[in-house]
């Protein structure tokens, strides 16, 4: 399969950027612009949002990351689509996205920037994740309408791509047993995969007993055993393990030569991650729950883990991913994004990884066979999404993110509202990270 079978071509996206500069004001639109507005007069484009949609999708009425996806209208016809799901809090991301709307519509989808240095710093509170999604989604959109209205993909715009091949990625490892791994490194053969994310069993106290240890080290050493020497692995903590329980296990498994561990302790502890990494050869990876590039800059700076996984639907969008990638660059350290939720991030993500020079590997929470989820997606998108050709997902070859949808495509799944995350304990019925 080729990657120009996934997509359609630019016809006409020329066009569409020329229209849009020799066509003052196709329709009228009565929209105050927002405030601030006023200094941009006589650059940028005519261009105005017209109206700005949230939309809740739950694949099933119970799932605990329901998709949050935002719509950017406009009165020239364009339309952008982003993405701010955050698994647990599906409906204030909502809520944050419409309290953005007086800063948003009436703007000229050009002015990217601006709008995001809106949306954060004129809130006073600086972002944390739902104010963080809820940016990520309406950024992602202003991408898609800039690259659509100047007929470019937007890692074109952002200078790639690095590699003509693709984005590299990775599947999780739905094996458990030794024969199960094995055959999924055959099946890696065949698909050209060359890299695969696992975790480790169970849950953890401050200090752990030596049984809970060794069935850590255990689980990555049959990981190893069965995808072979020639596989990359990267192992999740998942932040459920202290730094003297983290360290003990990275210690042991130094010799399997993985590729990252990621969240070894929580990520808000920058001291905890630096002990960590001083006591081990293993690249430390974080980042998933990080809010802009600001809420990376100690990690960068002290020199505390080699790879960075900020998520494009939690760091504040493509804005925010690109700058998190360049902060890393000029210090030496890779990224490596996180993408655990809908198709449109994903999409989203691959524009930015194609221009990253620091970039090594994408993740996709799926595993070598597709699931419901990728099915629904292929429904809505007409082409299947964020699946690997032979080890790399494909570039698309259409202005801005390089799809089209419909708003109707999601009413067959109704938004069923928030659900929380896992909640787990531990045996005396404390807290227990997950």
């Not at 194609?354 to 007409?382: D, H, R, T, Y």
Request: with cysteine; hydrophobic share 40%.
């Amino acid at each position: 399969m080729r990657r120009r079978d996934f997509f359609g071509g630019m016809a006409g996206a020329a066009a569409t950027g020329r229209a849009m500069a020799s066509n003052p004001c196709a329709c009228a639109f009565a929209a105050q612009a927002p405030l601030g507005a006023d200094a941009f007069t006589g650059v940028g484009s005519n261009v105005r949002i017209t109206e700005m949609k949230a939309f809740g999708v739950s694949l099933t009425p119970d799932s605990d990351r329901p998709y949050v996806f935002v719509k950017l209208e406009t009165n020239e016809g364009l339309v952008g689509w982003g993405e701010g799901t955050l698994e647990g809090k599906a409906a204030a991301v909502i809520a944050c996205v419409n309290d953005f709307r007086e800063l948003i519509v009436g703007a000229d989808p050009m002015q990217v920037e601006h709008h995001w240095q809106s949306m954060y710093v004129h809130s006073f509170y600086r972002a944390g994740p739902v104010m963080g999604s809820a940016i990520s989604g309406i950024d992602q959109a202003l991408w898609d309408l800039r690259g659509k209205m100047l007929g470019l993909p937007v890692y074109q715009l952002l200078g790639g791509p690095m590699d003509a091949r693709g984005v590299r990625g990775y599947y999780h490892s739905r094996a458990n047993t030794l024969e199960e791994l094995k055959a999924l490194r055959a099946s890696a053969d065949k698909l050209g995969i060359t890299a695969f994310k696992s975790g480790i069993p169970g849950y953890y106290e401050w200090i752990e007993t030596n049984e809970k240890i060794s069935r850590a080290v255990k689980r990555i050493q049959t990981l190893r055993e069965g995808l072979g020497p020639d596989i990359d692995i990267g192992v999740d903590f998942h932040a459920k393990t202290s730094p003297s329980v983290a360290s003990t296990i990275i210690k042991e498994v130094e010799a399997l030569n993985l590729l990252f561990v990621e969240e070894p302790c929580p990520p808000e502890n920058v001291k905890a991650m630096a002990r960590i990494t001083r006591r081990s050869t293993t690249p430390i990876a974080t980042g998933e729950r990080l809010v802009a590039a600001y809420g990376c800059q100690q990690l960068v700076e002290m020199g505390v883990v080699d790879i960075i996984q900020t998520d494009i639907n939690h760091v504040g969008g493509i804005t925010a991913l690109w700058k998190t990638s360049a902060l890393a660059e000029a210090s030496g350290i890779s990224m490596a994004p996180h993408a655990c939720e809908g198709p449109i991030g994903g999409i989203a993500t691959l524009h930015v990884d194609a221009a990253m020079p620091n970039f090594i590997v994408q993740e996709i929470c799926s595993g070598v066979v597709p699931e419901m989820k990728e099915k629904v997606w292929e429904e809505w998108l007409g082409f299947p999404a964020m699946r690997m050709v032979d080890g790399r997902f494909p570039l698309p070859d259409k202005p801005g993110l390089g799809f089209d949808l419909s708003e109707d495509a999601f009413r067959k799944y109704p938004f069923g509202g928030t659900r929380p995350m896992a909640r787990v304990f531990h045996e005396d019925g404390s807290v227990a990270a997950w």
